[in-house]
């Protein structure tokens, strides 16, 4: 039996590639970005899109946190990797200046009162 003969591939043929990459990506941008998303969600989280579309629904697309319609993201516990719920980016955020201390976000809502 004859080996598989090996491809040969030159730059001419990735520039090609790369072209025809590009204008597909200009054609179909909200293909590009949502692919991107389903990726990220199955890599960061193992979260399917349909999950995440369900845990939207369920929090009525609001942040848990602030309670603003907007894109939410996966907040999650970075010692256990357990998902928690969908916050704006800015709450998520601030989760993690704080670095997901309870202890140090109650005396900043303390302070905050004052």
């Not at 598989?4 to 590009?32: I, Q, S």
């Not at 848990?64 to 939410?72: N, P, Y």
């Amino acid at each position: 039996m004859a080996r598989p003969r090996k491809l040969v591939r030159d730059e001419k043929y990735f520039a090609m590639r790369r072209e025809k990459t590009r204008l597909w990506k200009e054609k179909f941008p909200d293909k590009v970005s949502l692919s991107g998303r389903k990726y990220e969600l199955k890599k960061k989280y193992g979260l399917s899109y349909d999950v995440y579309l369900e845990m939207v629904d369920s929090q009525n697309g609001k942040c848990a946190l602030c309670e603003t319609e907007c894109q939410l993201v996966v907040d999650h516990c970075h010692e256990t990797s357990k998902i928690r719920k969908l916050l704006c980016r800015m709450c998520n955020t601030g989760l993690g200046m704080f670095k997901d201390n309870p202890k140090v976000l109650y005396k900043a809502a303390k302070y905050l009162e004052t």
